[in-house]
C-alpha cells in the first residue's frame, strides 16, 4: 500500500480552514457565476453596474471576504504543495514569508479597488 504523506496534520487549524474556504469559494463563486451569467449577462456589465453592486452592503462584504478567502486559500494551498513537495528549512521560512507578504499585498491591494468601487474612498 502507498505511503500517504501532507504537510497538513489532519484535522489541524490549517487542514479545517483549507477545506473552510474550499467551501465558502464554492458557493460564492456559483453566486458571482449565477449573478454575472444570468442574472446580468456579460453585455451588460459595465463599470457604472459595477460601481453601483459595490455600493451594496451585502454585495461589498461578500466580495471583499471573496477576496480574503480566495487568497488564504491559494497561498495555504501553494504553501503546503511545496512543502510536500520537499521544502523545508531557510527555504521553507523564505517562501512562507514571500507568499505571506504577496497575499496580504493582494488583500490589501483588493480591498482598496473595491472600498474605491464602492465609493468609500
Same mark, same amino acid.
Given at each position: ?23 465558502? @469559494?464554492?458557493?460564492?463563486?456559483? !453566486? ?14 459595465? !463599470?457604472?453596474? *459595477? ?26 494551498? =501553494?504553501?503546503? #504543495?511545496? =512543502?510536500?513537495?520537499?521544502?523545508? &528549512? *531557510?527555504?521553507?521560512? =523564505? +517562501?512562507?514569508? +514571500?507568499?505571506?507578504? #504577496? &497575499? =496580504? ?5 483588493? *480591498?482598496?479597488?473595491? @472600498? *474605491? ?5
Amino acid at each position: 500500500m502507498a505511503e500517504r504523506y501532507s504537510s497538513f496534520t489532519p484535522g489541524g487549524t490549517g487542514w479545517f480552514l483549507q477545506r473552510v474556504t474550499a467551501a465558502f @469559494l464554492v458557493v460564492v463563486l456559483a !453566486f458571482h457565476f449565477f449573478l454575472l451569467h444570468f442574472v446580468n449577462h456579460a453585455y451588460e456589465v459595465s !463599470f457604472m453596474g *459595477t460601481q453601483a453592486r459595490m455600493e451594496n452592503i451585502g454585495y461589498f462584504l461578500t466580495m471583499v471576504l471573496f477576496l480574503v478567502t480566495a487568497a488564504f486559500h491559494g497561498v495555504n494551498g =501553494v504553501y503546503n #504543495a511545496l =512543502v510536500n513537495q520537499g521544502l523545508e &528549512g *531557510t527555504q521553507k521560512k =523564505v +517562501v512562507l514569508a +514571500v507568499l505571506t507578504i #504577496a &497575499g =496580504v499585498g493582494l488583500v490589501a491591494q483588493g *480591498t482598496y479597488v473595491a @472600498l *474605491t468601487m464602492a465609493g468609500m474612498i
